[in-house]
């Protein structure tokens, strides 16, 4: 028997539970692989969970917990290291090594949408998806700048967002939970009369598969997409990176 497991709060909405368990009965293993959603208010009850759940060997981590989980690894690779953020943890030799698969699920998806024009990016949320989207744009050479509620010296608010920062910035890339399942009537707050054509946005949410911040800037011309092909992709990385 192989456990593996999501590790968030709350898990409402877990696609990882699905698609593991679908591939695992897909490969004729559904009775020796299992997939789980492990739920915990705290971060630091994870060393309980790990003493509870023996023939765990490796588990995904979410909201709100890719950053937080970092003091309780062993081992990072240099991409956790970098950027702070893990969603993806093996268990070796009773040791957690933390990777980030959202890296390679995020740039392999958005490679194909991208035109000469997206030389510069916002980055909306600053959470752990951020650390990754981040990461990425930083690989690809395309400046970003974060927006955020709470604005700091290295990000903006919402409100500062105008005409002229549109005109500059036209890849957008929603790294926050507004307009998610249930609250599907939000979007992130942007002046969207002034997207077009030449504009991309990204969503990393999935569900709704069209966020009401993609359907404004369709309207509007725009080229969307949502989260779902990251999803897959970051999932089969992790899957790679527990068999190695």
Aim: glycine letters at 6%; aromatic letters at 12%; one cysteine or more.
């Amino acid at each position: 028997m192989r456990l593996f497991g999501l590790v968030g709060y709350p898990l409402t909405h877990s696609f990882s539970k699905t698609f593991f368990t679908q591939k695992f009965s897909s490969m004729g293993m559904g009775e020796e692989l299992f997939y789980e959603n492990f739920s915990i208010p705290d971060i630091e009850e994870l060393p309980y969970l790990l003493i509870q759940k023996k023939y765990l060997d490796g588990f995904n981590i979410t909201i709100p917990y890719k950053k937080q989980v970092i003091p309780f690894l062993h081992q990072l690779t240099p991409e956790v290291a970098e950027m702070g953020a893990c969603n993806c943890v093996r268990i070796q030799n009773k040791k957690l090594i933390g990777y980030n698969t959202d890296v390679v699920g995020f740039e392999q998806s958005l490679k194909p949408f991208l035109q000469k024009q997206h030389t510069h990016a916002l980055i909306l949320g600053t959470g752990g998806a951020a650390a990754a989207v981040e990461y990425v744009l930083r690989k690809l050479r395309i400046n970003y700048l974060n927006v955020s509620r709470n604005p700091t010296e290295s990000s903006i608010a919402y409100k500062e967002i105008n005409q002229a920062v549109l005109s500059q910035y036209q890849l957008i890339i929603n790294t926050s939970p507004v307009g998610q399942y249930p609250n599907v009537e939000a979007a992130p707050l942007i002046p969207y009369e002034y997207l077009g054509p030449q504009h991309h946005l990204y969503d990393l949410i999935y569900n709704p598969t069209e966020t009401l911040f993609l359907q404004k800037g369709k309207a509007q011309g725009a080229s969307v997409q949502n989260g779902y092909e990251m999803l897959v992709l970051q999932a089969e990385e992790s899957w790679r990176i527990w068999n190695l």
